[in-house]
């Protein structure tokens, strides 16, 4: 039997993406033995190629990574920033990229499929493998040139030539026989790649997968009246830290909002170090209290909690799907974060930075990407007016609702890729 998988992705995100439909596909092909009980057990031979990054995504699952990996200076950010190119470049770029073509090569001596996810490098790798492949385009949404009405104003004459937020060569590369399906991120893209032909299926989008859950808060009568904030400064370091300062400084002018009561949960990724979080918001003038004083339903030991002028600073590492939930609105400089958070159908309020990532390019294509479920502003000062615009709306805090679920797509995405998946690997076999 030959059922050998290829996943093949382009960022520390599209890793965690094809991990979700990896444990989708064990969990199906479990039930379908058992089901059946005629057939003899064999397993799936996954093996994973991290183009960016050094794949701890798979690793934390026990999936063999293929080739050498190899961390770059840019986290996978180069196209925001064309210094960033240059320092992966310096690192080594070209030979890595070289050594994980002749591995995808190799590895398709044998026979199997790939599943790429990412944007044009892991779809082009596919394509190049000889072997039939599966495409999970996590990087572009239609929504970037468009909506719903049509092209966006600021979109270019070569945009709107070209026809599509995928380019001809990304549209070939999708319209190969050996191109078994493309499942996009949302409804839009979908419509948009089927008229040119392409095999494209509306899945719903693996990122919501782990934040669209059934959440039941504490019953705490005072959250009723609270406005709760979520505060995602981002993953990446020192930026993540420099983020965290500016997301302080808008707190700050939250605060200043006479008869608001108000909580914040700073989601922080559980690759960072959440005591250096803690000590720049005591900097802020942020107190440090007991856990026990403070009724809260963030199901996390080991959080932190601080007060400042009678408001709640929650720090946590360990419940971010709970934090998306149980929070109103967002501070947000991230990205996949802050993506998830608006297609829980919420408002985000967001500034650039000065990083690699959340710079005034990220801002603006995120914002396009977003609609009016992300409200840009200039500076954190502005923060407090736009909270006060949006608490004095609630026919734009509907309009926001409805705009983030559309955008973002559905739940559910990763298991109806992975029961594909396993449909195709099946039929491989049989042969």
């Not at 977003?370 to 509907?398: A, F, H």
Request: charged residues 20%.
């Amino acid at each position: 039997m030959n059922r050998r998988l290829l996943v093949i992705s382009n960022g520390h995100g599209e890793d965690v993406i094809a991990v979700k439909i990896i444990q989708e596909l064990w969990k199906l092909q479990k039930i379908n033995f058992s089901s059946d009980s005629s057939q003899e057990y064999c397993p799936i031979n996954i093996t994973a190629l991290p183009m960016v990054g050094e794949g701890f995504a798979y690793q934390k699952i026990d999936i063999p990574l293929l080739g050498k990996v190899q961390k770059m200076p840019s986290g996978g950010f180069i196209y925001m920033d064309g210094r960033q190119l240059w320092k992966d470049i310096k690192s080594g770029l070209v030979g890595l990229t070289l050594h994980q073509y002749q591995q995808v090569k190799q590895w398709s001596r044998e026979g199997g499929l790939i599943l790429a996810v990412g944007d044009i490098l892991p779809l082009l790798w596919a394509n190049l493998s000889g072997v039939n492949y599966f495409f999970v385009g996590t990087a572009k949404s239609e929504y970037y040139l468009r909506n719903e009405e049509g092209w966006l104003e600021d979109v270019s004459i070569v945009d709107r030539f070209l026809g599509s937020i995928y380019y001809p060569w990304e549209r070939w590369l999708m319209s190969s026989k050996s191109c078994l399906g493309i499942f996009p991120r949302d409804s839009l893209t979908v419509e948009s790649l089927q008229n040119y032909g392409i095999r494209a299926y509306d899945y719903g989008n693996p990122m919501m997968d782990d934040v669209d859950i059934s959440f039941s808060p504490v019953q705490n009568p005072d959250d009723e009246y609270t406005l709760k904030v979520l505060l995602l400064p981002g993953s990446r370091l020192p930026e993540a830290l420099d983020n965290w300062q500016l997301i302080l400084s808008a707190v700050d002018s939250l605060l200043e909002i006479q008869d608001l009561d108000l909580r914040f949960v700073g989601a922080i990724a559980s690759s960072l170090n959440l005591n250096v979080f803690a000590e720049i918001a005591q900097k802020f003038q942020w107190k440090p209290i007991q856990k026990k004083s403070v009724n809260i339903p963030i199901e996390d030991p080991d959080k932190m909690i601080l007060t400042k002028n009678k408001a709640q600073l929650i720090l946590s590492q360990n419940s971010y799907a709970q934090s998306l939930q149980y929070c109103d609105i967002s501070i947000a400089m991230a990205g996949t974060a802050t993506e998830q958070f608006v297609g829980l159908g919420k408002p985000a309020i967001a500034f650039a930075g000065t990083g690699a990532q959340y710079n005034p390019k990220f801002a603006k294509n995120q914002s396009r990407l977003l609609g009016i479920s992300l409200q840009l502003v200039e500076n954190p000062q502005q923060v407090k007016d736009k909270v006060q615009e949006l608490l004095s709306n609630p026919d734009l805090w509907q309009s926001i609702s409805v705009n983030g679920k559309k955008r973002l797509g559905s739940a559910g995405g990763a298991k109806k890729i992975a029961r594909e998946l396993l449909s195709k690997l099946t039929k491989r076999s049989e042969v």
